[in-house]
């Protein structure tokens, strides 16, 4: 007896996001578990099939996966209402052929790349202390909610009070990011933890 399983249809929606150059591609089926970030394209060629594909459209600049959805930052130059039904389909059509979003590897791969530049921040045994202080807040607190806007935010360093995070997907280059990152993550961070003086953001 042949097997006649179809695959439920992948639904798909958008979703405003904070930077007005970013939308979010969410779907009913699980992409990738974690985040992951394509700034340029060699990294989505070397990880990242969906990725690639989508930089090869010359109005994509970014994409984001993070669990069901993907996040795609647009050339400033182009306007959403010519693109957005180009995107859908293209997007849906790829998970729809289940064809691979991204490699497997891919996290801890970046986890290593990660080791060798954190490592080159020592800490010493109070600032150790401090930095997980910090680590576990970012994670509990603000994570969820930027990751909710299609973006992603990671500790990067502490050096002198001042904490480096790094911003991503939808967060990168958005204006409402620097306000939200001074006025609520900083704010947060320094009654939580009196050693911290400051946020500084990077963009991803």
Same mark, same amino acid.
């Given at each position: 007896?042949?097997?006649?399983?179809?695959?439920?249809?992948?639904?798909?929606?958008?979703?405003?996001?904070?930077?007005?150059?970013?939308?979010?591609?969410?779907?009913?089926?699980?992409? +990738?578990? !974690? #985040?992951?970030?394509?700034?340029?394209?060699?990294?989505?060629?070397?990880?990242?099939?969906?990725? $690639?594909?989508?930089?090869?459209?010359?109005?994509?600049?970014?994409?984001?996966?993070?669990?069901?959805?993907?996040?795609? #930052?647009?050339?400033?130059?182009? &306007?959403?209402?010519?693109?957005?039904?180009?995107?859908?389909?293209?997007?849906? &059509? +790829?998970?729809?052929? !289940?064809?691979?979003?991204?490699?497997?590897?891919? $996290?801890?791969?970046?986890?290593?790349?990660?080791?060798?530049?954190?490592?080159?921040?020592?800490?010493?045994?109070?600032?150790?202390?401090?930095?997980?202080?910090?680590?576990?807040?970012?994670? #509990?607190?603000?994570?969820?909610?930027?990751?909710?806007?299609?973006?992603?935010?990671?500790?990067?360093?502490?050096?002198?009070?001042?904490?480096?995070?790094?911003?991503?997907?939808?967060?990168?280059?958005?204006?409402?990011?620097?306000?939200?990152?001074?006025?609520?993550?900083?704010?947060?961070?320094?009654?939580?933890?009196?050693?911290?003086?400051?946020?500084? &953001?990077?963009? !991803?």
């Amino acid at each position: 007896m042949e097997n006649t399983t179809t695959k439920s249809p992948v639904m798909l929606y958008t979703e405003q996001t904070p930077n007005p150059e970013s939308l979010k591609f969410v779907t009913n089926r699980m992409l +990738y578990q !974690g #985040t992951a970030d394509f700034r340029e394209e060699e990294l989505a060629q070397e990880w990242s099939p969906l990725g $690639a594909a989508l930089f090869e459209l010359p109005y994509v600049k970014g994409v984001y996966v993070c669990n069901n959805f993907v996040t795609v #930052t647009k050339e400033f130059n182009y &306007a959403w209402e010519d693109i957005m039904l180009k995107l859908k389909e293209f997007i849906k &059509a +790829y998970i729809q052929e !289940g064809k691979t979003i991204v490699k497997e590897g891919f $996290a801890e791969a970046m986890a290593e790349r990660e080791a060798e530049v954190g490592e080159s921040y020592n800490y010493s045994g109070e600032e150790i202390e401090i930095v997980k202080k910090v680590k576990d807040l970012i994670d #509990t607190y603000v994570k969820p909610a930027v990751e909710s806007d299609g973006g992603n935010i990671e500790f990067k360093a502490f050096n002198q009070g001042v904490v480096t995070v790094v911003l991503q997907g939808s967060c990168s280059g958005c204006p409402s990011s620097t306000v939200t990152l001074k006025s609520g993550i900083e704010g947060m961070l320094k009654r939580m933890v009196p050693e911290v003086t400051e946020v500084v &953001a990077e963009m !991803g």
